[in-house]
């Protein structure tokens, strides 16, 4: 009797159970409690053999082992191997990658079918609406959705079209819902196969270290375009504005009010969305903290080029920093290097960098120029889509550079032999390695353009002498998107150990990315880089979040890289920011990374001091100026030369005794008073005068 009461008791209970579900039913919600299957059937403890079956039997047998790992007891995986199958009828379309780690991710999502509680991950509000229309992910953990989404971005295109915040609000986690991955195995005391909040929090930790943070630095820039330093030990960011305004953030990263350089008024820049024209890059000298040249490349259309058939021209140029403010250029000292006659506002390049080498690197795109452009235009572009490479520090005076011997074509007939390669479309930025090999040889990557006419991107190493309308790259971005890359940098710094050696870049929709030479094992089947997406962690854990396009990337003293985003494409708006990449799991600045910072020092060369009258060489040789020479240009010409005594004070101008007059003190007054007395002291004042001119100047 007391069994059947038993029995009663538990069919009422189970009916007031199904009721239950019913009622939830009808408002378009499962309980969380009541574990289900995707079909709406019970899950099944697995016997023994049966987990056995669905390890071995599977058609997956690695499916099987994480499956059986996330879920040890209770399945809803059917153990015949037919039946199995049913995870697998989607792979085709989405579940496909030869990326590793995207791969071990779509293994486990695989899983969430075989989950107990599946009918809960794969309902969501949608299904209500459209009923028929099954779901392509399960309702996915915050931290797992960021995971999954930055990892598997650049190899399943089609499935992340939206950003991460969208992605993972319509795939994630909603209030106290349940989500995948559920837990590993079951814990003491719980009814569920699920974690807790404590136990979310471990596995938020767990994956953390994935990720990388996009640590806000500066806010309110006018359309920056690239970030450089001097390499003076004073710490300081050099931010270049496509305006033509160069401003300076000292060591603490706080932005000086005056600066750096400004010559808007030179630079002719663009104000539509594609328009490349304005300040395009800043090198400084290797040796800048002695002699304090840089260089700068800039678009302009002024003076003799006011007329002709091109749009603008090219400028590089050498400025000299004041020798009496280290925080500011003296822009009279300026000297063109080269110049580039372009018909097109695309296309330019236009970016310096100086190798461990000491030689310039000048990067210039093909302008989108055919041969008939060149033709009439006379030959003026013959630089275009090449890299050029010169050697600044020579010392003659009229030529701002020499070609290295070691050029491709330094006797060539057919080509300029400043060439180092060519064959570029579109450059965007070119990264030197500051590590230089054990064989001496240079590792410079560039982003550039597939071709002419297209938005495609690619990644070159180059090399001198290549032709690289032919040669093949060593990434290709047309299976990412095809959104026009943005080069970065080799890192080279201490604080993230794990990034070390990466090439970091991205694209203009916003997408990080890193390069990573590949093992020996991948390199002997033919591949030397392997690419693998940089996850960018939230603003709850990094403080602060990468927003809109990027624009740039930059690079500090000690080898940190730095990203240029701004959410408008307009030169007028003041929505550009600064961020800095660092890796959560160490220190911002580490005691083993931290370097004395040292104030920038006042140009003191014996050249900058005494050269009044003349431009200083980057190797410290003083170059007269017109109508002045001897050392340090101290002496004025006069041709002819003064006569009668007379002393040369300026270029052709002669300061005449007394009696004398003219150009050249050639014509004698009679009629002046000429006693011996008043001849004597006007010779002396004449004397006294260029003394002191000469030894003011030695004081000066």
Not at 133 to 139: A, G, Q, Y
Not at 347 to 374: A, C, E, K, R, V
Not at 429 to 437: F, H, I, K, P, S
Request: net charge neutral; hydrophobic share 30%; charged share 25%.
């Amino acid at each position: 009797m007391k069994h059947l009461q038993f029995v009663l008791v538990l069919a009422i209970a189970i009916n007031v159970w199904e009721c239950g579900d019913a009622k939830f039913g009808e408002r378009g919600e499962i309980s969380p409690r009541r574990r289900r299957c995707y079909d709406g059937s019970l899950p099944k403890r697995l016997k023994k053999r049966e987990r056995k079956v669905l390890l071995d039997g599977s058609s997956s047998s690695s499916s099987g082992e994480v499956c059986h790992r996330l879920y040890p007891r209770v399945s809803c995986c059917p153990t015949k191997r037919a039946a199995y199958q049913i995870l697998h009828r989607r792979d085709a379309r989405i579940f496909s990658t030869n990326n590793t780690e995207c791969g071990r991710l779509l293994e486990e999502i695989k899983c969430a079918r075989c989950s107990p509680n599946a009918q809960v991950l794969f309902h969501s509000l949608d299904m209500d609406k459209t009923p028929h229309r099954e779901p392509d992910l399960p309702r996915l953990c915050q931290d797992f959705c960021r995971e999954f989404y930055y990892t598997c971005r650049g190899h399943i295109s089609e499935l992340f079209q939206a950003d991460v915040d969208e992605f993972c609000q319509y795939y994630g986690r909603r209030d106290s819902s349940l989500c995948f991955p559920d837990f590993q195995r079951k814990q003491p005391g719980q009814d569920s196969n699920y974690l807790g909040d404590e136990k979310i929090e471990d596995i938020s930790r767990k994956h953390k270290h994935n990720c990388y943070c996009a640590q806000e630095v500066l806010s309110g820039l006018r359309q920056p375009v690239a970030v450089v330093h001097c390499g003076d030990g004073s710490q300081r960011l050099f931010v270049l504005e496509r305006e033509g305004i160069v401003r300076i953030l000292n060591h603490d990263l706080e932005l000086m009010k005056e600066p750096f350089l400004d010559i808007h008024k030179l630079v002719q820049s663009g104000l539509k969305g594609g328009d490349e024209r304005g300040l395009l890059s800043l090198a400084f000298h290797p040796n800048y903290k002695k002699n304090g040249k840089l260089y700068v490349s800039y678009t302009t259309n002024q003076e003799r080029w006011a007329i002709g058939p091109h749009d603008h021209i090219l400028r590089v140029v050498e400025y000299t920093v004041s020798r009496k403010n280290p925080n500011q250029v003296d822009t009279r000292t300026v000297r063109v290097l080269i110049e580039v006659a372009e018909l097109h506002r695309k296309h330019l390049g236009g970016q310096l960098l100086f190798s461990p080498d000491g030689l310039l690197h000048i990067i210039l795109g093909d302008g989108m120029i055919t041969l008939d452009d060149m033709e009439e235009m006379d030959g003026l572009s013959d630089f275009t889509g090449s890299v050029l490479r010169v050697d600044v520090d020579t010392d003659c005076c009229t030529s701002p550079y020499s070609i290295p011997r070691k050029n491709p074509y330094f006797n060539s007939t057919n080509q300029p032999p400043e060439i180092f390669a060519h064959g570029l479309h579109d450059p965007g930025r070119c990264a030197v390695d500051r590590l230089q090999t054990d064989n001496g040889s240079l590792l410079i990557l560039c982003t550039d353009a597939s071709g002419k006419n297209t938005s495609s991107g690619r990644i070159l190493e180059i090399t001198k002498g290549k032709d690289y309308e032919n040669e093949p790259s060593i990434y290709d971005l047309q299976s990412s998107g095809g959104s026009p890359p943005v080069g970065g940098f080799i890192y080279r710094g201490c604080q993230s150990r794990r990034l070390y050696g990466s090439y970091v870049f991205g694209d203009k929709n916003g997408n990080l990315r890193i390069l990573q030479k590949a093992t020996l094992s991948t390199s002997a089947s033919g591949e030397q880089w392997q690419e693998k997406s940089l996850c960018l962690g939230s603003a709850g854990s990094c403080g602060s979040m990468l927003v809109g396009h990027i624009l740039g990337f930059g690079e500090d003293e000690l080898g940190e890289v730095y990203i240029l985003a701004s959410s408008k494409s307009l030169v007028q708006s003041h929505s550009g920011k600064l961020y800095k990449l660092v890796d959560p799991k160490r220190p911002h600045t580490p005691k083993e990374c931290q370097r004395q910072v040292e104030p920038p020092e006042l140009l003191m060369t014996a050249c900058s001091r005494h050269c009044k009258n003349g431009h200083c060489t980057p190797t410290g040789k003083c170059c007269c100026s017109p109508g002045w020479e001897g050392p340090f240009c101290r002496v004025a010409k006069c041709e002819p030369a003064c006569r009668n005594g007379g002393v040369c004070m300026e270029p052709n101008k002669c300061l005449c005794k007394s009696g004398y007059s003219g150009a050249q003190c050639e014509k004698s007054e009679r009629g002046m008073p000429n006693d011996q007395e008043k001849d004597g002291i006007l010779d002396h004042i004449i004397d006294m005068t260029s003394y002191l001119l000469d030894l003011t100047s030695y004081i000066v």
